[in-house]
């Protein structure tokens, strides 16, 4: 697979889509089959967190390593490919599941970064994030990925072409307009930085 740079190295998006369209089906269909939940915030996300909706508005779906396990190869591979020539960080790992999230007519999830910039939990330290674009294009409106840096607005993502970034760089997905975008979102993680 191959990169473009899209702003200086703290990101890159796949050229092509990672994911059929088929296969972005099958994602959403076992996103499904587990429990939604109502997104949380802050650094504990995954454990608890706090519901904000000043802050997020999106439903969630935890998809276990067990139950895809070929959708994670394929995405680890694409990470560490995008690691090797955009990043260059060391130690790097898969070590959360993915998170099915869906943002309906009006969702949205406001700045942010994904990394614990407080120190409050263990090693390994969140260094890329991803997204994938699981909806088809022309299915919502709105809904953009967009950074707290220059030219903050990426490409628009195809459905199944993923993004990654450096989980430092302060993002949002603003107000879908009309429609469901739906992604999927992934965490990479190191040693703590130097």
Partial sequence: MIYEPVWKSLMANTVKPIFTPQQCQDIIKVAYEQEATEA????????GGQSDTTKRVTIIHWIPF?????????????MEQANRNHFGYEGMQLTEPAQYTEYPKGGFYDWHMDCDMMGQHEPPVRKISMTIL?????????????FMAP???PPQLLQGQAIYFCSLLRHR????????????VMW???????
Avoid at 134 to 146: A, I, K, R, Y
Wanted: glycine share 12%; charged share 35%.
């Fill in 40 to 47: 949380k915030v802050g650094h504990q996300e995954r454990r």
């Fill in 66 to 78: 067990k139950m895809m396990p070929e959708m994670y190869r394929i995405i680890e591979a694409s």
């Fill in 134 to 146: 699981l909806s088809p294009q022309d299915e919502f409106e709105g809904g953009d990925l967009e």
């Fill in 151 to 153: 030219g903050n607005k």
């Fill in 173 to 184: 997905v603003a107000k879908i307009k009309k429609g469901i975008r739906r992604s999927l």
């Fill in 188 to 194: 990479f993680g190191g040693p703590p930085f130097k």
